[in-house]
T-cell receptor
Framework: GAVVSQHPSWVICKSGTSVKIECRSLDFQATTMFWYRQFPKQSLMLMATSNEGSKATYEQGVEKDKFLINHASLTLSTLTVTSAHPEDSSFYIC?????????????????FGNGTRLTVT | AQSVSQHNHHVILSEAASLELGCNYSYGGTVNLFWYVQYPGQHLQLLLKYFSGDPLVKGIKGFEAEFIKSKFSFNLRKPSVQWSDTAEYFCAVNKKNTGFQKLVFGTGTRLLVSP
């Protein structure tokens, strides 16, 4: 089945530094990827929609300058947490839709990465 | 705005016990419904989905869910759980035919099955 690789799986960084998280679709192309964040005991919340070759669409309340998203190719989207602070510590998950499903089945489910646990000290 | 409620945050069962996890959503329009499972250290995987048709949906690993439109519910069931079912389960909803989906997730239910 379709595989989405997310790297790193966990990262610890110091406050004020930036962290980049990669999301790759390994055996399919994805014009659209989604970035979610999950705080402890809370649900996955959509942060932004990453569109290949264009600007990401951010959900209300998500700072675009803090969470930089780049979707430079059909198989790679990156999320950079800039000037990280302890309150940014969370579990970040990406998901992707196969570009073939985009046109053939608008209701096809997404493929998820394993997630990245970010801890900011 | 859509929301999804999973009332059981933690469930502990013995092997062979029956399982039912509740999921209620608040959205008046036509929706697609999903259950995802996340095993320890692994990615979210689709367990089953409902788009239309028979409201009783069969998924992988013996799971099933029933869509009751009048109750806005999509509860997950399994007649006899196994230790390997220990995982976190997420119910999710999205508007039908939206194309680029914005899944709305519940808070998740952590299931622990003791051998």
């Amino acid at each position: 089945g379709a595989v989405v690789s997310q790297h790193p799986s966990w990262v610890i960084c110091k406050s004020g530094t930036s962290v980049k998280i990669e999301c790759r679709s390994l055996d399919f192309q994805a014009t659209t990827m989604f970035w979610y964040r999950q705080f402890p005991k809370q649900s996955l919340m959509l942060m932004a929609t990453s569109n290949e070759g264009s600007k990401a669409t951010y959900e209300q309340g998500v700072e675009k300058d803090k969470f930089l998203i780049n979707h430079a190719s059909l198989t790679l989207s990156t999320l950079t947490v800039t000037s990280a602070h302890p309150e940014d510590s969370s579990f970040y998950i990406c998901s992707a839709r196969d570009v073939r499903d985009t046109f053939s089945n608008l209701n096809s489910p997404l493929h998820f990465g394993n997630g990245t646990r970010l801890t900011v000290t | 705005a859509q929301s999804v409620s999973q009332h059981n945050h933690h469930v502990i069962l013995s092997e062979a016990a029956s399982l039912e996890l509740g999921c209620n959503y608040s959205y008046g329009g036509t929706v697609n419904l999903f259950w995802y499972v996340q095993y320890p250290g692994q990615h979210l995987q689709l367990l089953l989905k409902y788009f239309s048709g028979d409201p009783l949906v069969k998924g992988i690993k013996g799971f099933e869910a029933e869509f009751i439109k009048s109750k806005f519910s999509f509860n997950l069931r399994k007649p006899s759980v196994q230790w390997s079912d220990t995982a976190e389960y997420f119910c999710a909803v999205n508007k039908k035919n939206t194309g680029f989906q914005k899944l709305v997730f519940g808070t998740g239910t952590r299931l622990l099955v003791s051998p």
